[in-house]
């Protein structure tokens, strides 16, 4: 059976170590309702319509889409600096 990292690799011809740190980023820190915002931001940037089953889908590497996939990684970025900002407030509090 393939994994999510197999699937990317052969998907979008990667190497193995940058498909694991795609698949990591995505699963560890795509928010609730990314699908949503996804499809909002793709519509903003380029124009173009699509439904959230076909972001999952990408998502999920049943599908080939590099734009979402992008877009993806920019929201699961925003979402790793949020909680990593939110991480340091509550360090410094309790120190």
Not at 15 to 29: G, P
Not at 40 to 46: I, P, S, V
């Amino acid at each position: 059976m393939k994994t999510n990292i197999d699937n990317l690799r052969d998907l979008y011809d990667m190497q193995t170590h940058t498909s694991e740190k795609v698949v990591k980023l995505l699963e560890e820190h795509l928010p609730h309702g990314y699908a949503k915002k996804a499809k909002e931001k793709l519509l903003e940037q380029t124009q173009r319509k699509v439904s959230e089953t076909w972001v999952r889908q990408v998502k999920n590497f049943q599908a080939k889409d590099l734009q979402i996939v992008n877009i993806l990684l920019i929201i699961a970025k925003e979402n790793k600096a949020v909680a990593e900002a939110e991480l340091s407030k509550t360090e410094k509090l309790t120190s």
